[in-house]
């Protein structure tokens, strides 16, 4: 466990700007910052960052909260770990006790899984160092590749022995299980036991976006690879890595891609690895998997801007016409450089300085149209070819979802081809419009397929008694209400988290004839109290039992305590509601910026009482429909339907005049 005053200590050391920009390209909005949000597909930045307030929130999705909500949402850790993370950001010490035995087997899979990476990547890199066959065979390697021991070291580069079990036994007699070994990947069980999957390798560790291992790439010496296939043996799919939603380089290069704004995306560990050696920082690897969706939205949080830079020979260009089209449909900026034949990346990065290459790449990379008709249409006099490769670079563009930049490309193509704008623009409108009959019958089936679903929040609604004449009837109108959150609720709370330690009455007398201020909080609970009015979020009712609670202390700020509130869901519902209004009805976003805090807070208690009003007329009616000829039953109803009406109408009367009277 975390005691609160360390926690106090990393939350004063928080700054939210630097940790969601950690994971999210963020720019200067005024008095903000915005980026594109990391929790949907954002194609406008929507995503912002307070730094006074410390929170976040998308305008687009509504994700958002404090570093602790956005670190747990982002990298799908728990609370601990979050506060383990800041921890180790601001190089802030926290004091736990062992785990015990039976405290590690109860924790996740998951967590096991990241434990035992951990320790695997750091086995790697001793055995590397420290082991004389590590020393002998692994490093030499290295260096033969001309692989520098700082480079070495910023990307835990490894060896594992040649022994077919020296893993497995290392680990086991560390304490870490069999199963776990075998889950991650790192050992192959078969029924004599154990063997290690990267006996006799060098490796390579896949760090994710955030740091933490998750996966392992293993490459046969070059003695051993004549005639072999699999040069490299990579960790299978698991709990924690699936290859085509990791990048490899991302954690090490994510700083100089939003610095740079561009990312080079290259093939291979190795070609990673001599660009940051030669000084080129912004670079990726997909390692051999087919580009995917998720991995550029994963680039798309630090830039739109991205240059395919492959060797020149038949896989490299397969390589750069395989990932274009989904590129342009996720709003990347695409430009393409194939290598000279016989260079790739890792070759050509060490023939150079690091301004010989940028300079290089700055001068031969071109757009994606140039680069297709270059490969596809050029020289080619085959009518039927020709036109299907047009045909191809139309469609292409067809996906780009920004409308001016289609434009753009559709008029450069038309003067590179000598071929009439509006014949290009007829085709990729036919293809536009034949895109979308088929995502909308896609649509219509999968919502065919898709069950309805009833509304699942259940609470109940109790009052008894109230000290207004006006609500003194609420009590028989209220037992059989069906519940449902509502909106007014939303901005009774809101109006506590904000300003909930604010005094709206003064010099109050009490029951047993003192007198006292009543803040937002306390008057809220205090006027509900009388009915036994209950929010049906419990969040609700937990948020007003400890704003009124702490009403009276001096330095109690509502906004704060809640938004570094120990309940994750609690800041969480906090600061979603004090960085932006709630969106709600018109007529309640108009209500909430008339008039004073205290009247404000009067109109929105006799909303919610309108409201229970409400919804008794409605199932009374619904009852008397439904009643049948039961005579007793619909005079019953009747009478009552009649004095709700009349409790209605005061109701309206009332918050149809000024609520305060001077």
Same mark, same amino acid.
Not at 156 to 160: E, H, I, W
């Given at each position: 466990m +975390? =005691?609160? !005053?360390? @926690?106090? *200590?990393?939350?004063d050391a928080t700054n939210i700007v630097d940790v969601v920009g950690e994971f999210v390209t963020l720019r200067k909005a005024g008095v903000n910052y915005k980026g594109l949000c990391p929790f949907h597909d954002d194609t406008t930045p929507s995503f912002m960052v307070s730094p006074s307030k410390q929170i976040c929130k998308c305008f687009a999705c509504g994700e958002g909260g404090t570093a602790i909500n956005f670190l747990m949402k982002h990298e799908q850790i728990t609370y601990p770990e979050a506060l383990r993370w800041l921890a180790k950001k601001y190089n802030i010490e926290i004091q736990e006790k062992e785990l015990t035995d039976e405290e590690k087997q109860q924790q996740s899979d998951r967590e096991s899984m990241f434990i035992v990476n951990e320790w695997a990547k750091t086995y790697f890199q001793d055995v590397l160092k420290n082991d004389p066959d590590g020393i002998a065979i692994g490093k030499q390697y290295f260096r033969s590749r001309g692989i520098r021991d700082d480079i070495v070291e910023k990307f835990?580069? #490894?060896? !594992?022995l040649p022994q077919k079990d020296a893993l497995a036994k290392a680990a086991q007699k560390a304490g870490y299980q069999a199963e776990f070994l075998e889950k991650t990947g790192l050992c192959i069980k078969n029924e004599k036991g154990l063997y290690d999957r990267y006996a006799g390798r060098v490796i390579f560790p896949w760090l994710n976006v955030s740091g933490k291992v998750v996966a392992f790439g #293993?490459?046969?010496? =070059?003695?051993?690879? *004549? #005639?072999?296939? $699999? *040069?490299?043996?990579? %960790?299978p799919d698991s709990e924690i890595y699936h290859k085509d939603h990791e990048l490899y380089g991302l954690f090490q290069a994510k700083k100089a891609i939003a610095k740079e704004d561009r990312v080079y995306m290259v093939e291979g560990y190795t070609d990673v690895i001599a660009m940051h050696q030669s000084g080129i920082e912004n670079v990726v690897a997909n390692s051999g998997t087919a580009l995917s969706v998720y991995q550029i939205k994963l680039l798309r949080r630090f830039t739109q801007n991205i240059t395919l830079l492959y060797d020149g020979d038949e896989a490299g260009i397969h390589a750069a016409m395989r990932g274009t089209d989904m590129l342009l449909a996720e709003g990347m900026n695409i430009k393409v450089l194939l290598l000279p034949d016989g260079d790739d990346p890792d070759s050509f990065a060490k023939k150079h300085s690091a301004q010989e290459l940028k300079d290089y790449i700055e001068k031969n990379q071109t757009d994606f149209i140039t680069f297709k008709t270059r490969l596809?249409?050029?020289?080619?006099?085959?009518?039927?070819?020709?036109?299907?490769? @047009?045909? #191809?670079?139309?469609?292409? +563009? %067809?996906v780009i979802p920004d409308q001016i930049l289609r434009s753009t490309y559709? %008029?450069?193509l038309s003067q590179r081809l000598d071929i009439k704008e509006q014949t290009l623009l007829n085709s990729m409108n036919g293809m536009i419009r034949k895109d979308l009959e088929e995502k909308e019958k896609e649509r219509q089936r999968s919502q065919e397929n898709t069950p309805a679903e009833g509304n699942s929040q259940t609470a109940d609604i109790s009052l008894t008694s109230h000290l207004s004449p006006l609500t003194s009837h609420l009590s028989p109108l209220t037992s059989n209400l069906s519940p449902l959150t509502s909106e007014v609720e939303t901005?009774? &709370? $809101?109006? &506590? &988290?904000? =300003?909930g330690e604010k005094v709206i009455f003064e010099h109050v007398e009490t029951d047993d004839g003192e007198f006292t201020d009543l803040t937002v909080a306390q008057y809220v609970s205090y006027d509900l109290g009388q009915d036994n009015i209950l929010f049906h979020n419990e969040l609700y009712n937990q948020i007003l039992e400890e704003a009124a609670a702490h009403g009276g202390e001096p330095d109690f700020k509502a906004e704060t305590y809640f938004m570094h509130h120990p309940d994750v869901n609690i800041s969480s519902l906090a600061a979603h509601l004090a960085i932006d209004t709630h969106q709600l009805g018109k007529s309640f976003q108009l209500k909430e910026r008339e008039g004073s805090l205290r009247q404000h807070v009067l109109h929105l208690v006799l909303d919610l009482r309108m409201d229970i009003v409400e919804k008794r007329l409605k199932e009374l009616k619904a009852q008397m429909k439904q009643v049948g000829s039961d005579m007793d039953r619909i005079k019953t109803l009747m009478a009552e339907f009649k004095e709700t009406q009349e409790l209605r109408n005061a109701l309206a009367q009332q918050l149809g005049n000024d609520v305060v009277n001077g």
């Open positions: +975390i =005691d609160r !005053a360390t @926690i106090d *200590k990393i939350m835990c580069l #490894g060896f !594992a #293993g490459r046969l010496l =070059d003695a051993r690879t *004549k #005639g072999v296939q $699999q *040069k490299y043996v990579n %960790s596809t249409v050029e020289n080619v006099t085959d009518p039927v070819k020709r036109s299907e490769a @047009i045909g #191809g670079i139309v469609k292409s +563009i %067809s559709l %008029s450069e901005l009774l &709370i $809101q109006s &506590i &988290i904000r =300003d």
